[in-house]
C-alpha cells in the first residue's frame, strides 16, 4: 500500500512530545513491513543533517491564497529507514525558526501550508497515495481539502484517516483560513468547519476522514463524552461508527535497556545490575544523598501543563519528600508557575530532589533508567509513551487510570501476579497519595517489585502490531492494496 503521514513532528529530526515519536515509529513499522510510506513535514529551524538531504522538489508551487512569492517551497527529502522516505518542506519564513509551535499570528497559515504542500508534493511528483493519514490539528484541513477542492484530482480517490493524538489541541483560525484553501464557503457553518466564530481545524478532520483514529481505545471511548471531548464530544459522537483506538507502540530500536547507547549500563530482565549503576549514575548526576536503605526514586519526564496533574504531585510529594520517604528527580518545562513549583521543591529538598527544567533526550532515558517509579498522573492521557518505556527499562509506572495508561498498565495490589505498575482512580491529592504510598509498600517488598519489574520488561508493545491495525483502519475507509 502506498502510505501519506502529514504530520508537524517527525522524530528525531522534530520532537516536542509523544506525536513526534509516534509518526516516526509507525511509519518505520509501515516501511518495514513493505508499504510504500513517506510522512511530510516541515523544516524547522532546528531540525539537524539538512546538508544530507536531497532535493525532491526543487521549486514546488503551493495551491494557497497570500502573497505569490510565499506561495511556494522546496521539497528536501531522505531515506529513513526501508521503505520509508522523509519529505521536508522548506519554507524559511513559516518554518525557520527553531520552534515547532511558536506563539505567532499566522499559526493558522503556517499548518495549512505544509498540508496543502504535502498534497502539491504528491500531484507534482505523481506519487498517488492510497491512504492519507493526517495527525492531529495541523492536518485537520486535508480530509475537507480532498474531498472539495482536490476531488478531482489524482488524490480525490485515496482514502483518509485523521488520528486524534490530543483533542485538546484543535486549531481555531480565522475566517479567512478558508480563503487561504480555497475551501468552498459551503464548509461555513456550525455542522461544518465553524465552531465559535471560526474555523476548527481538528473539527474538519474529524467530520471529513474515512477514519478517525485515536491513539488508544480509552480515549477513543472518552472523547464521546464532555468530560474529554472538549467542545468537540458531539462531533466526535457523529462519527462514532469510524472510530477505533489503536495504541501507540515502542520503538525497540530506541528504547531498550539492552542495547541503549544513552545509558551509563545497559542491563536486561535477566540481570538488572546495570540498572543499579544507573540509579547510582542518575543520583550523582541530580547530586542526591544515596546509600544502604536510601528511600526509592521517583522519576517525571514531562511536558508540564495541567493535563500532565502535576500540579497535584507537587503537593503530595513534599510532604513524602519531609519525611524521607522517596527521592524524586523531574525533567520538564511549560507553565511557567509550575516550572517555579518544582524548582522550590528542589530548593528545600536539595539531596532528595533534582529538578531540570528544560528538553534533554539523553537525561530522559537516564531517568527511566535510573529511577524505580516513574510518575504519570494525568488528568487524561490519549496514550503516552513513557509509561511503556518505563515499564520495558524495569521502572514501574505510577498512572492514573485513564486513556492510554488505563490500557497498557495492569494494576498491582498484593499478591497480584500479572502487574506491571501502579494505578489509582481519582485525579486529586487524595488519589496521588495514595498511589505513592501504595507503590512504597510494593517497594518494600523486594520479591513483589521484582516480579513487577520483570512483568513489565516482558510486555511487548509492539509497532508491528499497531501498523497490522491501522492498515485494518485504512481498508475499512477504502484504501486498495
Ligand atoms: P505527550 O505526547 O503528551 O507529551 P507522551 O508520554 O506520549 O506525552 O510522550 C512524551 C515524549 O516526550 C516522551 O518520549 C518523553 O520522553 C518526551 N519528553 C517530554 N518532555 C521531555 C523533556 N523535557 N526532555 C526530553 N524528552 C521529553
Given amino acids: 500500500m502506498k502510505i501519506l503521514h502529514i504530520t508537524p513532528e517527525l522524530a528525531p529530526w522534530s520532537k516536542a512530545g509523544g506525536l513526534g515519536d509516534a509518526t516516526a515509529a ?44 510565499k506561495a511556494g517551497c ?23 525558526a527553531r520552534e515547532i509551535y511558536p506563539a505567532r499570528p499566522d499559526f493558522a497559515e503556517r499548518a495549512a501550508f505544509y498540508a496543502r504542500a504535502a498534497l502539491d508534493a504528491c500531484l507534482d511528483s505523481g506519487w498517488t497515495p492510497d491512504v492519507i493519514h493526517c495527525h492531529d490539528w495541523t492536518a485537520g484541513l486535508v480530509p475537507p481539502l480532498l474531498n472539495t477542492v482536490l476531488k478531482q484530482t489524482a488524490l480525490g480517490a485515496a482514502a483518509t484517516a485523521i488520528s486524534v493524538h490530543n483533542l485538546q489541541h484543535q486549531g481555531v483560525a480565522h475566517r479567512g483560513i478558508m480563503d487561504f484553501l480555497g475551501l468552498p464557503g459551503r464548509l461555513w457553518q456550525a455542522s461544518e468547519l465553524e465552531c465559535l466564530g471560526g474555523v476548527n481545524f481538528l473539527k474538519g478532520g474529524i467530520l471529513h476522514a474515512g477514519r478517525v483514529i485515536t491513539v488508544s481505545p480509552t480515549y477513543a471511548r472518552e472523547i464521546l463524552t464532555p468530560e474529554f471531548g472538549y467542545g468537540l464530544h458531539e462531533v466526535v459522537r457523529r462519527r462514532e461508527s469510524a472510530l477505533e483506538g489503536i495504541l ?17 549500563a545497559n542491563y536486561s530482565s535477566r540481570s538488572l545490575k546495570g540498572k543499579q549503576a544507573c540509579r547510582k549514575a542518575l543520583t550523582q548526576e541530580f547530586g542526591l544523598a544515596d546509600g544502604p536503605g536510601a528511600p526509592p526514586i521517583f522519576g517525571v519526564i514531562s511536558r508540564l501543563w495541567e493535563q500532565k496533574g502535576l500540579d497535584l504531585a507537587a503537593a503530595a510529594l513534599a510532604s513524602f519528600l519531609r519525611d524521607n520517604r522517596l527521592r524524586f528527580v523531574l525533567l520538564g518545562s511549560g507553565d511557567p508557575a509550575l516550572e517555579d513549583a ?13 529538578v531540570r527544567i528544560g528538553y534533554d533526550h539523553g537525561l530522559s532515558h537516564r531517568i527511566e533508567a535510573g529511577s524505580d517509579f ?25 498512572v492514573r487510570a485513564t486513556g492510554g495508561l488505563a490500557d497498557t498498565v495492569r494494576p498491582w495490589s498484593p499478591g497480584a501476579k500479572d502487574a506491571t505498575g501502579i494505578v489509582f482512580e481519582h485525579a486529586d491529592l487524595q488519589g496521588i ?3 505513592i504510598g501504595h507503590a512504597l509498600r510494593l517497594f518494600s517488598e523486594p520479591k513483589a517489585y521484582r516480579k513487577v519489574q520483570v512483568n513489565g520488561m516482558r ?3 509492539s509497532w508491528k502490531l499497531s501498523a497490522d491495525r491501522h492498515l485494518t483502519a485504512y481498508r475499512a475507509a477504502g484504501a486498495r492494496g
Fill in 26 to 69: 509507525l511509519a518505520k513499522a509501515q516501511g518495514a513491513l513493505g508499504h510504500d510510506v513517506k510522512a511530510v513535514t516541515p523544516l524547522y529551524g532546528s531540525v539537524p543533517g539538512r546538508e544530507g538531504m536531497r532535493v525532491a522538489i526543487p521549486s514546488l508551487a503551493v495551491g494557497v491564497g497570500g502573497p505569490e512569492e
Fill in 74 to 96: 522546496r521539497v528536501l527529502s531522505l531515506q529513513a529507514s526501508p521503505g520509508f522516505e522523509a519529505w521536508f518542506i522548506e519554507h524559511h519564513d513559516y518554518y525557520g
Fill in 248 to 264: 501507540n507502540g515502542v520503538d525497540a530500536d530506541e528504547w531498550n535497556p539492552r542495547t541503549d547507547p544513552l545509558l551509563p
Fill in 342 to 354: 518544582y524548582r522550590a521543591l528542589a530548593a528545600e529538598f536539595p539531596s532528595r530532589c533534582g
Fill in 374 to 398: 516513574f510518575l504519570m498522573p494525568s488528568r487524561f492521557e490519549p496514550c503516552g509513551l513513557n509509561q511503556m518505556y518505563s515499564m520495558a527499562y524495569g521502572t514501574p509506572p505510577v
Fill in 433 to 435: 497519595e495514595w498511589a
Fill in 459 to 461: 510486555t511487548e508493545f
